[in-house]
């Protein structure tokens, strides 16, 4: 059965909130490490008066959907109450309800990798479906609109200084490994944006690009796009050659390259996420839906 886009988006979003959620309760409760934006201020308020996160979430967040929900699209906006509501919901699950016995004082390292991991994890399944978790970038929105200020920064300067007022339950320790964690979970959240489908983009100007181009296509079944192109120094008009492959083809794109025309110039980038045809969808299945 396949799920229309909007199913799709919430059936992620509310996994991204669980993971989140799961991590947060069994890495940083249980091991004192802390969290920025709202969700490090709830922290806070449960180590210091004891209140359950699950509540001064929902709490924390609510005067903050008031001020900024002229600031969302429509779609935004609901995806951002489901993400900080489901994220409050499974925070109470996974305290009250599954509990798990994660306690890893002993190895406060792992316990931040795994922190980050998770967090980071459901964050950036979160993210990649539209939604958010409310707090930091809600205000960083509003300032971004009302002043101008950038909204990376703006979350960047919350995190930081909810990090350093959570010293108030933490020893120095138990920051530089906070610190650890959101190094990971912010690593994990740009490879979840970036999407599991990366590449190499290849951009090829040699004078023998029709030669280059049918190897490629009998070599390594690869597509490429011909641009028209003319040389600055030259101003001799000539094909470029436009071509992206998986990491594992470079290699051998370079050697078919270089056996052809060894004074070709190319350049080689990264593509950060691929989709279509010879990456996500089966060429076999794309050619049958042409017949």
């Not at 309760?25 to 180590?47: D, P």
């Not at 190499?200 to 490629?216: G, L, P, Q, T």
């Not at 992206?244 to 050697?255: A, D, H, I, Q």
Request: charged share 20%; net charge positive; with cysteine.
């Amino acid at each position: 059965m396949k799920l229309d886009l909007k199913t799709k988006e919430v059936l992620f979003i509310l996994l991204g909130a669980a993971l989140y959620a799961f991590g947060l309760v069994n890495f940083n409760m249980k091991n004192q490490l802390a969290e920025g934006g709202v969700t490090g201020i709830a922290l806070i308020l449960y180590n210091l008066l004891h209140i359950d996160p699950a509540f001064s979430n929902i709490a924390l967040n609510i005067p903050l959907f008031f001020a900024g929900w002229k600031f969302f699209r429509r779609n935004e906006f609901i995806y951002t109450l489901l993400g900080t509501f489901s994220l409050s919901g499974f925070l109470f699950i996974f305290q009250h309800l599954f509990a798990f016995n994660f306690t890893l004082r002993h190895d406060l390292f792992l316990a931040a990798l795994f922190s980050g991991v998770f967090i980071g994890g459901g964050l950036g399944i979160i993210f990649r479906y539209g939604g958010t978790t409310g707090g930091s970038d809600i205000v960083a929105r509003i300032t971004h609109k009302r002043y101008g200020w950038s909204m990376s920064k703006t979350m960047l300067v919350i995190d930081a200084t909810v990090i350093v007022v959570s010293l108030v339950y933490l020893d120095y320790r138990q920051m530089m490994y906070t610190l650890v964690g959101v190094f990971v979970g912010a690593r994990m959240i740009d490879t979840i944006q970036k999407g599991a489908y990366a590449g190499k983009a290849v951009m090829i100007f040699s004078r023998k690009s029709d030669e280059i181009a049918n190897k490629i296509i009998d070599s390594l079944d690869r597509s490429l796009t011909l641009i028209d192109g003319k040389g600055g120094y030259t101003r001799r008009e000539m094909n470029v050659l436009y071509c992206v492959v998986s990491r594992n083809e470079v290699f051998r794109l370079k050697n078919l390259i270089q056996e052809i025309d060894p004074e070709a110039f190319v350049t080689v980038n990264d593509v950060h996420e691929v989709f279509g045809e010879g990456f996500t969808i089966d060429k076999s299945l794309a050619n049958s839906t042409d017949k």
